[in-house]
T-cell receptor
Framework: KQEVTQIPAALSVPEGENLVLNCSFTDSAIYNLQWFRQDPGKGLTSLLL?????REQTSGRLNASLDKSSGRSTLYIAASQPGDSATYLC???????????FGSGTQLTVLP | DTAVSQTPKYLVTQMGNDKSIKCEQN?????MYWYKQDSKKFLKIMFSYNNKELIINETVPNRFSPKSPDKAHLNLHINSLELGDSAVYFC?????????FGEGSWLTVV
């Protein structure tokens, strides 16, 4: 059964810093790995989706990588801004029923 | 145009009541899901339907009963609500390994 872990659980950085969020998964037979953002009291915003055949995806200041062999994904945020403050969730899609298994999230605070 | 829509967005109800959350998708997808996000923000799948057939039923109390009248709808009915049912419930649909989430329904049981 797929298990997804995110480290750290919380992270606080000064504005302008580059940072990395980590995600690990136990079952390498994933179809894709997806990163979401969730603001307090809000729904899920999809940030990046990496297919199992891909190594990375980029969108603006965000870059996500996927290493299936080691069961790891990272989300790199460049030049962080206070507006980046949110909870970031990673999720792996796997299984015959195509279900998403979520990590417990990293709560990011970017200090002005 | 909202792809996956859920109603109501907010629901406050008393213990013991029965309530339903409705979900509709206009994407033509075959597969729909219900996920629950608990007070610790952990998201976990509850149910999945494919072409109106149940394909995932995680360990969920049988007070929770999903109903899919057609491919575009997956409703969640909850009987005898308990305080621990307070959570955010997300509906989703998928096609070719891409999942689209609704905006969530905040359920508070008092």
């Amino acid at each position: 059964k797929q298990e997804v872990t995110q480290i750290p659980a919380a992270l606080s950085v000064p504005e302008g810093e580059n940072l990395v969020l980590n995600c690990s998964f136990t079952d390498s037979a994933i179809y894709n790995l997806q990163w979401f953002r969730q603001d307090p009291g809000k729904g899920l915003t999809s940030l990046l989706l990496i297919q199992s055949s891909q190594r990375e995806q980029t969108s603006g200041r965000l870059n996500a990588s996927l290493d299936k062999s080691s069961g790891r994904s990272t989300l790199y945020i460049a030049a962080s801004q206070p507006g980046d403050s949110a909870t970031y969730l990673c999720a792996g899609l796997s299984g015959s029923a195509r279900q998403l298994t979520f990590g417990s999230g990293t709560q990011l605070t970017v200090l002005p | 145009d909202t792809a996956v829509s859920q109603t109501p967005k907010y629901l406050v109800t008393q213990m013991g009541n029965d309530k339903s959350i409705k979900c509709e998708q206009n994407l033509g997808h075959d597969t729909m899901y219900w996920y629950k996000q608990d007070s610790k923000k952990f998201l976990k799948i509850m149910f999945s339907y494919n072409n109106k057939e149940l394909i995932i039923n995680e360990t969920v109390p049988n007070r929770f009963s999903p109903k899919s009248p057609d491919k575009a709808h997956l409703n969640l009915h909850i009987n005898s609500l308990e305080l621990g049912d307070s959570a955010v419930y997300f509906c989703a649909s998928s096609y070719r390994n891409t999942i689209y989430f609704g905006e969530g329904s905040w359920l508070t049981v008092v």
